[in-house]
T-cell receptor
C-alpha cells in the first residue's frame, strides 16, 4: 500500500530551528513535495525533491533519502508566521500525489 | 492572474440535495484535480483530469461526478449529498510536467445536514 507518515504536531520557539520528518511508501516514486497550509487556507508549495540530498531555499530546506524512504523539512530562524500545517506528499508512478495528514507546527514566543 | 478560483466558498446542504462546485484556472494548465480534506487525514483525491474532455477516478470517487468541458473549468457534482460528504473541497491545477507544482484554489467548505 501507499502511505505517508509525519508527526501530528510539533512545538518550537520563535528564532529556533525545527525539523519535520516524513517517511513515505509509494508505488513507484517520482519525487517528494512539501506544502505549507495556514489554518483555513489552501496549501502552498514549498519544495520538491527527486534526487537524494538537501535543497535549500532561504530559511527553508528539504532533504531526501530515497533508499530510506525519508524526507525532512528544516525551518530556520522561526517566525510567528511559520505557525501552520506542513504537508508531505509523495508522487507515485502515476504522477499522483499521496498526502500525509500534515504536521501542525506551533511557534511560541 | 487570478490563479485557481472556486465557487462557492461555503455551502450548507440537506441530505439528498444536489450541488455543483466550480473550479476555474487561468494558467492554461492541463491537469486539474479535486480533493477533499478532512480533520486528521491527508488530502484525498476524488477525481482528476489530464486535459480538456477527459476525467478519471481518484482514491475516493463514490458519490461524486466531474466534467471538464473547457480546459479552464473543472466541475464537481454531488447528485445526492450525504453527511459523510461534509468536508473542505480543494481544486488544484498543474501545468503538465511531473515536477510541476500543483496550485490550489481557496477551498469550498461544505456541510451536509
Amino acid at each position: 500500500g501507499q502511505n505517508i507518515d509525519q508527526p501530528t504536531e510539533m512545538t518550537a520557539t520563535e528564532g529556533a530551528i525545527v525539523q519535520i520528518n516524513c517517511t513515505y511508501q509509494t508505488s513507484g516514486f517520482n519525487g517528494l513535495f512539501w506544502y505549507q497550509q495556514h489554518a483555513g487556507e489552501a496549501p502552498t508549495f514549498l519544495s520538491y525533491n527527486v534526487l537524494d540530498g538537501l535543497e535549500e531555499k532561504g530559511r527553508f530546506s528539504s532533504f531526501l533519502s530515497r533508499s530510506k524512504g525519508y524526507s525532512y523539512l528544516l525551518l530556520k530562524e522561526l517566525q510567528m508566521k511559520d505557525s501552520a500545517s506542513y504537508l508531505c506528499a509523495g508522487m507515485d508512478s502515476n504522477y499522483q500525489l499521496i498526502w500525509g495528514a500534515g504536521t501542525k507546527l506551533i511557534i511560541k514566543p | 492572474n487570478a490563479g485557481v478560483t472556486q465557487t462557492p466558498k461555503f455551502r450548507v446542504l440537506k441530505t439528498g440535495q444536489s450541488m455543483t462546485l466550480l473550479c476555474a484556472q487561468d494558467m492554461n494548465h492541463e491537469y486539474m484535480y479535486w480533493y477533499r480534506q478532512d480533520p486528521g487525514m491527508g488530502l484525498r483525491l476524488i477525481h482528476y483530469s489530464v486535459g480538456e474532455g477527459t476525467t478519471a477516478k481518484g482514491e475516493v470517487p463514490d458519490g461524486y461526478n466531474v466534467s471538464r468541458l473547457k480546459k479552464q473549468n473543472f466541475l464537481l457534482g454531488l447528485e445526492s449529498a450525504a453527511p459523510s460528504q461534509t468536508s473542505v473541497y480543494f481544486c488544484a491545477s498543474r501545468a503538465g510536467g511531473p515536477a510541476d507544482t500543483q496550485y490550489f484554489g481557496p477551498g469550498t467548505r461544505l456541510t451536509v445536514l
